[in-house]
């Protein structure tokens, strides 16, 4: 059975669904956050490596304040409430993106997490704050520019592999299967440099609905693809021709 080791998320939804139930769409937020803690437990039950959860982009700013206010404080919520469940699933906690512009309260819980939890062997999940994947990878050429000019670097090395070490998934593989929810087919600057390869699964459903048995589809559906990166699989192959002279 090919399990994906690395899975990521794009949660999308929580808005819609909530509107549909004509309630305001912080009730989504507030139902997808829950959602989050039942998928995270499912998927280190099912013995995935690496969760990555799109939590927060660079774009979502541009949501009224009172909108993003409250994914701070649910954020935060979750960071006090969850860090002890990581605990006895033994899931190391981590993030990625620039979490400079969000609020002090989330940024010390962010690193007292970070910090509890990493000695944990299990799963790694991975959460995206403000991030963005073009901004991710200007921000690595700014890097590899500063190495090179400080020596540390010689341009002639760098190769796809040096490049994504000074990715902020450097430590990380890349995703065997990104799942998006709510109908929407779109990557929307989501680990654009990891998602190469990556084999993508859209589902309608929104995120406050998704649940253990949806995540078990998309791992179902994973399963029966067959993933080539590029190359033909031996069986296959078509016979070879030989070309006579
Ligand atoms: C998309 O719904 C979801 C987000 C903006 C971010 C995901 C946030 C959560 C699941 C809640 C809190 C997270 C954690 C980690 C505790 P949307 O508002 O874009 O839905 P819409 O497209 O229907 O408007």
Do not use: C
Not at 197 to 212: A, G, I, R, V
């Amino acid at each position: 059975m090919t399990r994906p080791e690395h899975v990521a998320i794009i949660m999308d939804g929580n808005g819609r669904w909530a509107v549909e139930k004509q309630r305001p769409r912080t009730f989504g937020h507030i139902k997808g956050a829950q959602t989050v803690k039942s998928i995270v437990t499912e998927a280190a039950k099912l013995d995935i490596k690496y969760l990555t959860l799109f939590a927060f982009s660079t774009e979502n700013w541009r949501r009224p304040a009172s909108e993003v206010d409250l994914l701070m404080r649910l954020l935060r919520r979750y960071l006090d409430n969850e860090t002890e469940n990581l605990m006895s699933e033994n899931i190391r906690f981590r993030y990625i993106g620039n979490i400079a512009p969000l609020p002090e309260k989330v940024r010390e819980r962010l690193s007292k997490t970070v910090d509890r939890t990493k000695s944990n062997t299990g799963m790694t999940l991975v959460l995206a704050l403000n991030y963005g994947g073009r901004q991710e990878i200007v921000n690595t050429v700014r890097k590899i520019l500063r190495d090179v000019k400080d020596h540390h670097l010689n341009p002639e090395a760098i190769d796809e592999s040096i490049f994504s070490q000074y990715l902020d998934t450097a430590e990380y593989p890349d995703p065997d299967l990104l799942i998006r929810t709510s109908g929407e087919s779109r990557i929307s600057n989501f680990l654009l440099w990891q998602l190469s390869y990556t084999e993508l699964y859209f589902t309608k459903k929104y995120w406050p609905d998704f649940k253990e048995e949806d995540l078990q589809d998309a791992l179902n559906s994973f399963e029966r693809r067959n993933r080539r990166f590029g190359a033909t699989t031996p069986h296959t192959h078509p016979p070879l021709v030989v070309l006579s002279e």
